[in-house]
């Protein structure tokens, strides 16, 4: 690690194979605390590259347990974290609403890191018991549209990075590999990131590995569509510059997006908004990102039909449905922890 360690102090890059190798030593437990917290140090001092990225991808997806999704079609929709804005849960509300759309879901995410609640924190409190049992899953993708992989559940080798993660206190280069190491590497995928540059980052790495996604940046920081003002989408296809206005919707005020300073209260916005009894502020931004998921899969339905689909599963209660049959599916079933590679 010395060696690895001055190479990079001296600005120099990892190529793939090099930044592969370093994460499958650090996850094989080969450097001590100081070592991992010196490396992750480093790419907060310096743009990381799209070869270093890419190896951190690679070694990541080799060390996790695999989720096989057996020929479904499902989307992941998640947010990188460490924009510090403090929001609600938003890209998790999100992913319900696109399962009660009619889409499969299959979300993958983790306890608060840089924020005070994740979504393994909100739905963990809401009744979701976390397995990587495979049965399990494929169940609640059957019955409920929708499944959450819990990443230290599939990232085991990634435990101890997490507590050094958690002492740091700040967003790391996990935060950009986490929305990219999904074990079951869905078809579609709708990224939330909290920087210009992380998203031209994206861009390039899921256009070389074929995927098809949207990527989403706020000009004011947030990690989502906030509807505060403008955002950048970018696609597969293109990139595009909009605001509000271009899906229907008004502006916001930053303060109308808090996700309360306790898991409890973030657990009883997530409900709210389900219910129908979330401010017009939260209900927009939530069918906004929604809306743009649906999208992301099917680039030719137009942004007010995919805002709409969107819409009707919220206010119709379908989006509740789906939480409600998932916990359901949690309470009524003993769900096993177990190695699915077994």
């Known amino acids: 690690m010395k060696q690895l360690l001055n190479q990079l102090f001296e600005h120099q890059n990892l190529d793939r194979e090099s930044a592969k190798e370093a994460l499958l030593q650090i996850g094989k437990g080969d450097f001590n605390e100081a070592e991992i917290a010196s490396f992750l140090t480093v790419f907060r001092m310096r743009a990381i590259s799209v070869e270093e990225i890419r190896g951190f991808q690679d070694a990541l997806l080799e060390l996790c347990l695999p989720f096989d999704l057996q020929g479904r079609t499902a989307i992941d929709i998640v947010g990188t974290g460490g924009d510090n804005k403090n929001t609600f849960n938003i890209s998790t509300l999100s992913a319900f609403v696109v399962a009660g759309a009619g889409y499969l879901v299959c979300k993958h995410g983790n306890y608060g890191v840089s924020s005070s609640c994740g979504s393994s924190d909100v739905l963990e409190k809401l009744g979701y018991r976390f397995s990587n049992a495979s049965d399990t899953l494929h169940r609640q993708l059957d019955k409920a549209g929708i499944c959450f992989l819990h990443a230290p559940h599939f990232h085991p080798a990634m435990k101890r990075v997490a507590s050094i993660r958690k002492q740091l206190g700040v967003k790391t280069f996990f935060n950009m590999l986490g929305p990219l ?52 989408f970018r696609t597969n296809v293109g990139e595009v510059l909009l605001e509000p206005k271009d899906l229907g919707m008004e502006s916001i005020q930053a303060d109308q997006l808090h996700g309360g300073s306790s898991v409890e209260e973030a657990a009883s916005i997530f409900r709210n908004i389900l219910e129908n009894k979330g401010t017009p502020a939260q209900e927009s931004v939530v069918i906004a990102n929604a809306g743009l998921a649906i999208h992301s899969m099917d680039l030719s339905k137009s942004y007010a039909d ?37």
Request: charged share 20%.
């Open 181 to 232: 190491v999904n074990p079951a590497q869905p078809r579609y995928q709708l990224f939330g990131v909290y920087s210009p540059e992380l998203a031209r980052l994206y861009q390039y790495v899921l256009q070389a590995n074929e995927k098809e996604f949207g990527v989403v940046y706020a000009l004011d920081g947030y990690d989502e569509v906030s509807l505060t003002g403008l955002f950048q």
């Open 306 to 342: 995919c805002l709409e689909e969107a819409r009707e599963s919220l206010r119709s209660g379908k989006a509740l449905g789906v939480l409600e049959g998932l916990v359901e599916l949690c309470s009524s079933s003993a769900v096993m922890h177990v190695d699915i590679r077994r």
